[in-house]
């Protein structure tokens, strides 16, 4: 189950790391905010590490629908209504300026990542839901966002309304990364053993740094920070089709509500191909499976002369308040950054996240650093969430404790009871998210080793 984006590019390996070494930042994590983080950060001329467990962009970044946009369902109403009409214009300008960053660096560096302007929709075909639609609408007006409601889309059915973003974009992440990477000093296979201060340490060798960027995905520290309790995780799936014969869409959707379906178009060897999207999950529940043919019936019935060339899983972390986490780790550790809880808009946060990060470094000021702080707690915006999350933990545990397995497969995490995914065939972790493979063997954390069995 290998991404569209896997299979029409690869990154040249970099070497292991077997020596000590010393330098101003060290970058855990080379998916798309590590890199473009360090990226950011060497063009300030701050000497930049980057330590990868596995390989470049290995991890959700080859896993994304790749859609770069300030269109995060319905988001902008919900930070008005819980956060105020400041902070949500600081959120939507954010996320533009990062698409307009993302076109920036492409033609600074002359990249040919497929990178092409597109609007974005948000559709319905619920008449119960298009007034929210308009609603969002005129918010985004508010907040700056050339936004439009339509009822003509290129969708193959009719909806009731559709909510258009103006200028949005797509690209190939992999294409982009690998033009980056090539600039970078990057350690493959170099896995974080252990933390001391301002010391990493891998399996062959360390890193001395002045400050310490996790861009991990999901931060595997307990403490401090605590962020087991501060977001979950969520699987969602994608197919792949080729689109020979077929008008290509020039925009990129995303269904609201239970429509959650999501459809854009790329490339792969001169050829069209659309990608269809949806059926996500909370990891560790899809007990049963059949989430790959729930789309392919999709894929049936709304393009019947297609056929399926890919097909693969993404995973997401989901804060409690819908706004990544980025910014200091805590505020017990001044020189460590973190980024994550992207939820499914990886591509635009992370370009937010290097931009805030390098700028926090660099000593200047960011005025949308307060949006995204870690240490952010409007407790009435949290508290249903949170609630819910450690529900979830509860839960979990109490499965390892009950079960009636002789040896239950457990979390070498936080040791919750897993769960199998009969699609993907491995073992997930109903608590917060870490995946395994049918051996045992670790594929997503927060945990760091492979399951336990006892």
């Avoid at 533009?96 to 092409?116: L, V």
């Avoid at 060339?309 to 020189?335: R, T």
Wanted: charged share 25%; with cysteine.
């Amino acid at each position: 189950m290998e991404s569209i984006w896997r299979k029409t590019i690869e990154i040249p390996r970099k070497e292991v790391l077997k020596e000590d070494i010393h330098t101003k930042v060290v970058v855990i994590g080379a998916g798309m905010a590590g890199i473009l983080t360090a990226y950011l950060l060497e063009e300030q001329g701050m000497e930049t590490i980057v330590l990868e467990a596995g390989h470049i962009a290995s991890g959700q970044t080859q896993n994304t629908t790749a859609k770069i946009t300030s269109q995060h369902n319905l988001i902008y109403s919900y930070l008005i209504e819980k956060f105020g009409e400041e902070k949500a214009k600081m959120y939507a300008q954010a996320n533009q300026q990062a698409i307009e960053h993302y076109e920036t660096i492409i033609e600074k560096e002359k990249i040919d990542c497929h990178f092409q302007r597109c609007p974005s929709y948000l559709y319905t075909t619920k008449a119960e839901h298009v007034e929210e639609l308009k609603k969002e609408v005129e918010v985004a007006k508010i907040l700056g966002i050339s936004a439009e409601f339509t009822t003509k889309t290129e969708l193959p059915f009719s909806v009731e309304g559709a909510m258009k973003f103006q200028n949005q974009a797509q690209f190939h992440p992999l294409e982009f990364i690998k033009h980056l990477s090539e600039k970078l000093k990057i350690y493959e296979d170099s896995r974080v053993v252990r933390l001391e201060n301002n010391c990493v340490f891998t399996e062959y060798g360390k890193v001395e740094a002045e400050h310490l960027v996790f861009a991990v995905h999901y931060p595997w520290q307990v403490v401090p920070g605590y962020y087991f309790l501060r977001m979950h995780q969520e699987r969602s799936y994608v197919i792949a089709l080729d689109l020979s014969g077929l008008e290509k869409m020039e925009g990129m959707y995303l269904g609201i509500k239970e429509e959650g379906y999501s459809f854009r178009t790329c490339e792969k060897n001169g050829k069209q191909v659309l990608l269809l999207g949806g059926e996500g999950h909370r990891t560790g529940e899809n007990t049963s499976g059949g989430k790959y043919d729930k789309l392919r019936e999709k894929a049936r019935n709304w393009f019947p002369r297609c056929s399926e060339i890919a097909h693969w899983s993404a995973q997401d972390c989901i804060s409690m308040d819908k706004i990544p986490y980025i910014g200091y780790f805590s505020s017990e550790i001044p020189n460590w950054y973190v980024a994550t809880g992207f939820g499914k808009w990886g591509m635009t946060s992370s370009m937010v996240a290097a931009t805030i990060i390098r700028d926090m470094i660099a000593g200047r000021e960011n005025e949308k650093e307060e949006v995204f702080a870690p240490q952010r707690f409007p407790v009435t915006a949290l508290s249903k969430n949170f609630t819910e999350n450690v529900m979830q933990a509860v839960k979990g545990l109490s499965k390892q404790a009950l079960s009636l397995e002789e040896f239950p497969k457990k979390c070498s995490h936080m040791g919750c009871k897993l769960e199998k995914n009969a699609d993907e065939n491995t073992w997930e972790c109903p608590c917060h998210g870490s995946r395994f493979t049918a051996e045992g063997n670790l594929l997503n954390g927060p945990a760091q080793n492979g399951f336990c069995q006892q």
